[in-house]
Structure formats: C-alpha cells, structure tokens
C-alpha cells in the first residue's frame, strides 16, 4: 500500500470516529413515583361494612332529676325520714351497632342503632327497714350517618361525621318500702319519643379487612314529652301542672370501636 493510500484510510477512520461521537446518547426516562392520595379509606370505594362499637355518654336530663327530688321530698314528709340522693343520671354506658358503606375514599355513609342509660336513686335505711325509689331511664336511637375524612393515608383517617336519630325513651320509676317485715313496691312506667342530632370526630386506623376506632362527639336531644305508658297521660309538674316533665340526652360522648368490611 503506497503512501497516498494509507493517509487517505486514516482520514476516513477518523471521519467515522467523529461522527460516532456525535450520536445523541439515549437515556432511560425519568421514574415518575406515584403519590398517594392525602386521603385514603381501605379498598377505595364500594365496600360496606358492620360496625359495633361501646362507650360512655353523659346526658342532661333536668325534669328526671326534679322529679327524683320530688319524689324524696314526697317520702320524707310521708313516712318522716330524712333519705338522701345516692345517684342522680350520671354519665354511663352506652353500645352502637349499624352497617356502614365506603362511597369513595373520603365519603362513608351508614344505618346505626344506639342504646344507652343512666338512672338515679334514692335511699333511707335505719333498723326499722328502708325505702328506696330507683329511676331507670334507657334510650333507642336508630338514625342515618356520615362521616368525610379530612386528612389521613392508606393506614388512617380523620373523619368529622353527623348523625341524625329518632329516639325513643323508656322511663321506669320504682319504689320500695321494707318495715319490720312488711314490703311493698311500686312500679310506674313513662315513655317519650324525640329526634336528635350529632356531630363529631372519629379515627380509624386500617388493616385487613377491619379498622378500629375512637370517636368523640356532642348530641343535641330536642326532648321528649313523657307520657304514662298504661294511661297515655302526661307526665306533668305537681308544681306547674301545664308543663309537661321531658327526657332530654343532650351531652358528650365517646366510643371504641370495630368495622369489619364484607367485601
């Protein structure tokens, strides 16, 4: 190969190197991560569950407390003892049971039943004997329900929820009088029906196929006029005989609770 020959196959080796080095590079594309969803319920939408759930709830009720006091009084100019209050409607148990559907990640709607009570009691015992009056007030509450989360993740949420029931309130007053061998009681029962609303929060923490809970809540009872269940008479005020005596659940609540999804 004469000189001439050898330059001109190292001038086209070299052509082709640069042109080589001038390809475009191909670079894989950017990996895009996926961001969940600030708010995220178990399953998405669609899935409907069964919730039960116990708590403590406190409650108003004013006339059942005037009406234990009447009572003692009552008793005390009768018989001339000197009883006292032992309780008078303090905050007590309360249970809850509904079905529930998830409509999307951030919506639940539902059906509940909730049953709660409270009473007061009053009591003279000496050597003699006793006599003793008890106030038995339990509470039906079956309503609609929904809650919308506002914040959470794939495991939790944070959900203000409202409530609205219809309430129906049963009233037992019991009286015992036990003297040197002689007893005697007394049985009167009253009922009331009243609508109600709640609102709320509550957090769930998800996992397979149930979450738990805790929820924290106020209702407003719009109260009940209470109504002898064996006259259908009012209950009224020996003090105001136009004022009818009413049950009113008006307080806070809260609950623990589980959700158990079906599908």
């Known amino acids: 190969m004469n000189i001439l020959s050898?330059?001109?196959?190292?001038?086209?080796?070299a052509l082709?190197?640069?042109?080589y080095s001038q390809d475009p590079v191909l670079e894989a594309p950017p990996v895009i991560e996926a961001k969940p969803d600030i708010v995220t319920a178990p399953g998405r939408g669609g899935k409907l569950g069964m919730e039960a759930g116990f708590g403590v709830a406190a409650n108003r009720m004013d006339d059942l407390k005037q009406i234990q006091e009447m009572i003692l009084e009552m008793h005390m100019e009768e018989y001339q003892v000197d009883g006292r209050v032992i309780s008078s409607f303090p905050a007590y148990t309360m249970a809850s049971f509904g079905i529930?559907?998830?409509?999307?990640?951030?919506?639940?709607i539902g059906a509940l039943y909730a049953f709660s009570t409270t009473g007061g009691r009053s009591n003279y015992t000496d050597f003699t004997g006793s006599l003793s009056t008890d106030i038995q007030a339990t509470s039906h509450r079956i309503g609609?329900?929904?809650?919308?989360?506002?914040?959470?993740?794939?495991?939790?949420?944070?959900s203000?929820?409202?409530?609205?029931?219809i309430n129906y309130t049963r009233v037992d007053i019991n009286t015992f009088l036990y003297v040197l061998g002689y007893s005697n009681g007394m049985v009167d029962q009253y009922s009331s029906v009243s609508p109600n609303g709640t609102a709320g929060v509550?957090?769930?923490?998800h996992f397979n196929g149930f979450s738990v809970g805790l929820d924290g809540g106020y209702l407003v009872d719009m109260q009940g006029n209470l109504s002898n269940k064996d006259t259908g008479n009012d209950l009224t005020n020996p003090n105001d005989p136009q004022r009818v005596m009413t049950t009113d659940w008006t307080g806070w609540r809260a609950m623990a609770k589980v959700l158990i999804w079906l599908q």
Not at 16 to 19: D, I, L, M, N, P
Not at 100 to 108: I, W
Not at 202 to 205: I, K, Q, S, V
Request: charged share 25%.
């Open 6 to 13: 050898k330059g001109l196959l190292l001038i086209g080796v």
């Open 16 to 19: 082709s190197t640069v042109a």
């Open 100 to 108: 529930k559907k998830q409509l999307n990640r951030s919506v639940r």
């Open 144 to 158: 609609a329900y929904g809650s919308y989360a506002v914040t959470g993740s794939d495991r939790w949420d944070l």
């Open 160 to 165: 203000v929820y409202g409530r609205l029931d």
């Open 202 to 205: 509550e957090l769930f923490y």
